[in-house]
């Protein structure tokens, strides 16, 4: 059929390029030899590369058919037989050995192509099955993954070698974090860069906790409770002048050694490089600003520092003096002591005495040591002692006589166990890693560690003791100033009769200094009540020296007073 479709093609004059690709198409199937004879299967085998650019040709393809060829002559019968026609064959085998491999690759492409579409189809079924299973009995599915999970976790947590592992392993972590220098730097750097970022803030919330209406009522509260005692007793006993005088002067000079302690405990708080010490009342939080700037503070402050410590000492030692004194006198005239104490109407007054005398002793040694914890111990037998003495020696006959005299005593007495609740607050010693107090080292054994606990619950209310401390301590320099201003006249002519200089500006000077440095120590901040104390301090001095030393000497008096006088 393609052999006589192909033979009525070149009976034509003319073929078009549709039917010429039409009886290519009919050739290849029919694997038939269809390029004939002569120039028409040269101008086919040509013109077929040149099908797949239709702008070179305009319309259709014209293939002339020579008239040779359909009807040869008996003379190229047989040259053409002998030489276009094996020719021309080969090239048509050759054509059509590539036509059939081209055709066997699309047919293998085909089929690939069916059995990835069958793949894909019956992956996507089963992946569907799959996912309509695991969303039907999701509930089931994820009880039993965390049952077993959970029957995993806790086989591996019950694995001894496991948790020997796992323990070793964290120690040996932990150990090479707490010993590596570059981290424990990295660390330090971390928090004094936070610290310092945070110090202001710091500062302010203290001072604003400090400031709260809750702590400044616990502390109004506990001075009128205080007074309130201190005011509701019966006088017993008066004492002899001279006595009174006697004390009178002790109690001067254990004012001045106050002075002496309270400028010795501030003026490392004072300083600017201390001004976050945690023992501060309160901070400033901005303690490098405003009048600490000024070089004549500085300098003061930087002249004043390496001077504490003996400041310190000195003061302790002229605090504890009168105390001993005290003591030796009482062990002295024994005899003498037990009649005063029974005039006083307690009772055992032997008994009494020696209680006494032992507490003064304990507290004096315990004071004089220095160290944290035994100062405070010593403050507390010093205020037992003073309260107990102040109450029935002079409260109790002041109510019944109204005598001026007591009332000074009395407001003495509140500057000294003023001075005892200051060291206290101050005092309250640091808790150690074995549970007792810094300073004891172990010493108490299981009675040091009860004494820490009793110390650590006391320490956030230490503050209450500081302010006690601070308001008794200035009433006696407090009323004294204003007693001094409301009597002008008076103060002028007792300077006259004491020799004092400029008797009338000593007058005026006097009272401000009590009262500026009274006001300044009652702020509470470091540096006000440093600068509060050296103003009080040098009032004790003037007129220590002015009121009782000179006439002291005049007189010929006590050798002994002479020079403890002489020392203050």
């Not at 600003?289 to 000024?294: A, E, I, N, R, T």
């Amino acid at each position: 059929m393609a052999t006589k479709a192909w033979r009525n093609a070149r009976c034509s004059r003319w073929l078009s390029l549709d039917d010429q690709m039409a009886m290519a198409r009919l050739a290849a199937r029919a694997r038939l030899p269809l390029l004939a004879r002569g120039r028409i299967g040269i101008t086919c085998r040509r013109t077929l590369p040149a099908l797949a650019s239709r702008s070179a040709w305009h319309g259709r393809v014209i293939l002339r058919a020579n008239a040779s060829e359909s009807n040869p002559r008996p003379e190229d019968k047989n040259s053409s037989g002998a030489t276009s026609h094996p020719h021309l064959r080969e090239l048509y085998e050759g054509s059509a050995r590539q036509m059939h491999a081209q055709m066997d690759r699309l047919s293998k492409i085909y089929r690939n192509v069916q059995l990835s579409y069958t793949f894909l189809t019956i992956s996507g079924g089963a992946l569907v099955l799959g996912i309509g299973y695991v969303i039907i009995n999701w509930t089931m599915l994820r009880s039993q993954a965390a049952q077993e999970s959970a029957e995993v976790v806790s086989q591996t947590m019950q694995n001894a070698q496991v948790q020997f592992t796992a323990r070793e392993f964290s120690k040996e972590l932990l150990n090479q974090l707490f010993n590596d220098e570059e981290i424990a730097s990295t660390v330090a750097s971390w928090t004094l860069r936070l610290l310092t970022s945070i110090q202001h803030e710091i500062g302010a919330l203290f001072v604003h906790i400090l400031q709260q209406d809750q702590v400044v009522d616990e502390v109004n509260r506990l001075a009128d409770k205080l007074v309130a005692y201190l005011c509701e007793s019966q006088t017993i006993q008066v004492e002899t002048e001279q006595g009174q005088r006697g004390h009178a002067r002790w109690v001067e000079v254990a004012g001045a050694t106050c002075m002496l302690m309270g400028v010795a405990q501030l003026v490392a708080l004072a300083h600017t490089s201390a001004g976050g010490d945690p023992d501060a009342l309160v901070l400033a939080a901005e303690s490098k600003k405003g009048l600490l700037d000024s070089h004549a503070f500085c300098s003061y402050y930087d002249l004043l520092l390496p001077a504490a410590p003996w400041i310190r000492d000195i003061g302790i030692l002229l605090f504890v003096l009168i105390f001993i004194l005290s003591t030796i006198n009482k062990i002295k005239d024994f005899k003498g002591t037990v009649k005063i104490v029974e005039g006083f109407g307690l009772p055992c007054p032997t008994f009494m005495t020696i209680g006494a005398i032992l507490d003064l002793i304990a507290g004096c040694v315990c004071y004089l040591t220095g160290i944290p914890v035994l100062m405070e111990w010593g403050a507390e037998f010093i205020l037992i002692f003073m309260i107990l003495a102040s109450y029935v020696g002079h409260f109790k006959p002041w109510r019944e006589t109204k005598e001026e005299f007591h009332m000074e005593m009395l407001l003495k007495n509140a500057a000294i166990i003023g001075q005892c609740l200051l060291t206290i607050g101050f005092e309250v010693p640091e808790i150690g890693k074995d549970g007792t107090p810094l300073g004891l080292n172990g010493a108490l054994g299981s009675f040091g560690e009860f004494i820490g606990k009793i110390y650590r619950a006391l320490k956030p209310y230490s503050y209450i003791f500081k302010y006690s401390g601070i308001i008794l301590f200035v009433l006696v320099f407090l009323f004294g100033g204003l007693k001094h201003l409301l009597n002008f006249k008076e103060t002028v002519e007792i300077n006259k009769t004491f020799g004092i200089p400029l008797p009338t500006l000593s007058a005026l000077v006097g009272p401000l200094l009590l009262l500026a440095g009274s006001g300044m120590y009652l702020t509470g901040i470091p540096v006000f009540m440093e600068i509060g104390a050296e103003c009080l301090l040098l009032f004790l001095l003037m007129s220590t020296y002015f009121v009782h030393f000179k006439p002291l000497q005049q007189s010929g008096g006590g050798t002994r007073c002479c020079m403890l006088t002489a020392v203050l």
